[in-house]
């Protein structure tokens, strides 16, 4: 019997039909491989995951390879972005076996949950020196039934092993100039100069990092680092991993120079991405980030926003051809022919050069991602804007990627973040109200009785899963970003309240370090633990900046010491991992910066001169500074408090490192003393 069928996941909902009959993550389902003597078949994956659907088909759909599973395993179907925890206690496992890992993940396990064989995509015929899926079913069960002694064996020394690897570091210290100087140094030798970004194909967005890169260029005037992350953002913007008609970026781009994405849209990259092309305006005033900021900002209201007024995860990299076919892109490719039937001879010439679109085509079966070729020269601006729209337009009747509805918190609060900070720089009041809705419904529906957060929710009804490290952490992120633009204190009591549950129970009261699930989470093999950012600030990176913003906010000792310490394992790594820890060196440069505190108070929020004060105050490029917004006689936020008007004008205090400088209420000034 297939149970998926009440899942609140869209994931396990695409295989709710399939003939294997799959168990949810459960101690249910390992209770019935122990009652059956079986091992169980883990397979992790995710709803726009384009080789996970390749393996549905080809063998979970299939009733022969379904029948096999069925008898010989119980099977048991994991959303990896519903059960971060899950799947990366597994995955680690996965890559020191093999030495890769990916998405699908196919592990097999003891009835005590303990791995001992691996791996990911499996063809459903030999294929390139894979053996088919069968193959490797067939395997497994043989060693299952003839060497179930040696199977114990190695799964105990796999968890031994895993159970070894605790983040050890040898201070608790956060980075110095030192530090931060060396890991500028390690990305200039791994930076591509000829196309931007970083390391070779396939190329990753890489926002984190992009993020140290403007902060330090903010701290220190450092060239270098601003033209590493300038000339980066210019070529992802016109590359083909950026979406010329709609906006947003796909997940990666399966080449060197950015033409061919792989198709997926993440809300992550997306709100991650449109936070840096705002942060690349404020420090430049480029016209190309602006844009791409405000496309960002307006691809994901328009195409990722929920009913509820939360954001979805996902769109899908497949979509319907229109004969029928499921293919990777086909939403948003074109071929000459295509441009023709929309706009004509003339206007699809005129298209097909300016978007580089091609007879041999750049991607498959001559079909060209649109890019912005750098050679593209003197255009009519208003021409193309009507290209453009026609195109759009054309492409709207195309049948659309599917979109995982899922509600994910953490990256709900990447989103926050990025809609409030871009609604503030571009006067975007419907952008600020829209981070409003999505902190609303994370408050209202992820949030239970004793405030702990739900990972997930679909459809208005929060998920089963407890959040993880990264949910509190950027949730409180988010939270914070929307207290400094809306001048709401109750934002930052929420934060409060996220942050007292990462010191209680997710941080080691004995060294300070960081564990990704909480320690009344549910005991899997190995309590995980990664400081290292990947597609996403780690949990960890992001909670040390979430907890140096709280106490440059509030002055709490206990929340400034826990991101000093968090940050010792960025000292650490820092000078010799810098790509994997961009947004840990991002919040040691605010820690190295101070960070600075910004009070504006105003006799009224409303009154545009203190409106004006506030908005310079937002567009300071001062690493990490945090603004607080209010009335003398406000209790919304500490830093409000004791800070009256000067000479019954708006003003505003800086003050970093227990030093203030002196009031001011001119825009100037305050743009002066913030980097601005």
Request: some cysteine.
């Amino acid at each position: 019997m297939n149970r998926l069928a009440h899942e609140t996941s869209p994931y396990l909902l695409q295989h709710a039909d399939n003939p294997v009959d799959w168990w949810p993550w459960s101690t249910e389902a390992f209770d019935e491989a122990r009652k059956r003597g079986v091992p169980v078949l883990l397979s992790v994956g995710y709803s726009s995951c384009h080789w996970c659907h390749v393996m549905a088909h080809e063998s979970f759909e299939d009733r022969a390879t379904a029948d096999y599973l069925n008898e010989h395993f119980v099977n048991v179907k994991v959303d990896r972005e519903e059960r971060p925890d899950v799947d990366a206690v597994y995955m680690e496992a996965v890559q020191a076996a093999t030495g890769q890992g990916g998405w699908p993940m196919t592990v097999f396990l003891t009835p005590d949950a303990e791995p001992f064989y691996f791996g990911t995509y499996f063809p459903p015929e030999p294929r390139h020196g894979m053996p088919s899926f069968l193959q490797v079913l067939q395997g497994v069960h043989q060693a299952w039934t003839d060497r179930r002694e040696e199977v114990a064996d190695v799964a105990g020394k796999i968890v031994r092993d895993l159970s070894a690897r605790e983040i050890a570091y040898d201070t608790v210290a956060a980075p110095g100039e030192q530090e931060l100087a060396q890991a500028l140094l390690g990305l200039t030798r791994e930076y591509d100069p000829q196309r931007g970004g970083f390391g070779g194909a396939p190329k990753f967005p890489p926002s984190m990092v992009i993020e140290f890169l403007l902060r330090h260029h903010a701290r220190t005037g450092s060239e270098g680092a601003l033209q590493m992350a300038q000339d980066t953002c210019e070529r992802m913007a016109r590359g083909g991993i950026y979406d010329q008609l709609g906006g947003g970026f796909a997940r990666y781009s399966v080449d060197r120079d950015w033409v061919v994405p792989h198709f997926e849209k993440m809300l992550y990259d997306n709100a991650l991405l449109c936070r840096v092309y705002a942060h690349l305006w404020r420090a430049t005033g480029s016209e190309l980030a602006r844009r791409v900021a405000l496309e960002t900002a307006d691809f994901m209201v328009r195409e990722l926003r929920t009913s509820e007024g939360g954001f979805a995860s996902a769109l899908d990299a497949d979509s319907d051809d229109g004969s029928g076919r499921h293919v990777e892109g086909a939403y948003y490719v074109w071929t000459p022919q295509q441009l023709r039937e929309v706009l004509g001879e003339d206007d699809a010439a005129l298209a097909a050069q300016y978007f580089g679109v091609t007879e041999e085509g750049t991607f498959e079966e001559g079909a060209s991602v649109l890019q912005l070729p750098q050679d593209e020269g003197v255009v009519d601006a208003a021409r193309i804007a009507s290209v453009r729209r026609r195109l759009l337009e054309a492409r709207a009747e195309r049948p659309a990627p599917g979109r995982d509805d899922k509600v994910v918190a953490a990256w709900n609060g990447l989103a926050i973040a990025a809609l409030a900070e871009t609604g503030a720089y571009f006067d975007r009041p419907d952008l600020v109200d829209a981070a409003l809705g999505a902190a609303d419904l994370l408050v209202r529906l992820h949030l239970d009785d004793h405030v702990r957060l739900a990972r997930t929710s679909k459809d208005g009804r929060a998920g089963s899963h407890t959040g993880v490290l990264e949910d509190y952490a950027d949730v409180a992120e988010g939270f914070l970003a929307l207290a400094s633009v809306t001048g709401e204190g109750v934002w930052l009591d929420f934060a409060g309240i996220l942050l007292d549950h990462v010191l209680t129970r997710f941080t080691d009261p004995g060294t300070g370090s960081l564990y990704d699930t909480a320690a009344d989470a549910e005991r899997l093999i190995r309590r995980p633990q990664d400081p290292t950012d990947n597609a996403t600030p780690s949990g960890w990176t992001a909670a040390a900046g979430a907890l140096l913003a709280y106490a440059a906010h509030t002055g709490s000792e206990p929340h400034r010491a826990a991101a000093e310490k968090a940050l010792g394992v960025v000292k650490a790594l820092g000078p010799r991992v810098p790509r994997f820890i961009g947004w840990g060196l991002a919040v040691a440069e605010a820690h190295l910066d101070g960070p600075r505190e910004v009070a504006v108070v105003g006799a009224a929020t409303d009154d545009p001169a203190a409106r004006v004060l506030h908005r310079t105050a937002l567009l300071g490029t001062a690493p990490g500074a945090v603004v607080a917004y209010g009335t003398p006689d406000s209790d919304e936020f500490p830093l409000l408090s004791d800070r009256p008007l000067r000479d019954g004008a708006p003003t505003a205090y800086v003050c970093r490192n227990f030093t203030c400088d002196a009031p001011t209420t001119d825009p100037e000034r305050l743009r002066a003393a913030l980097g601005g």
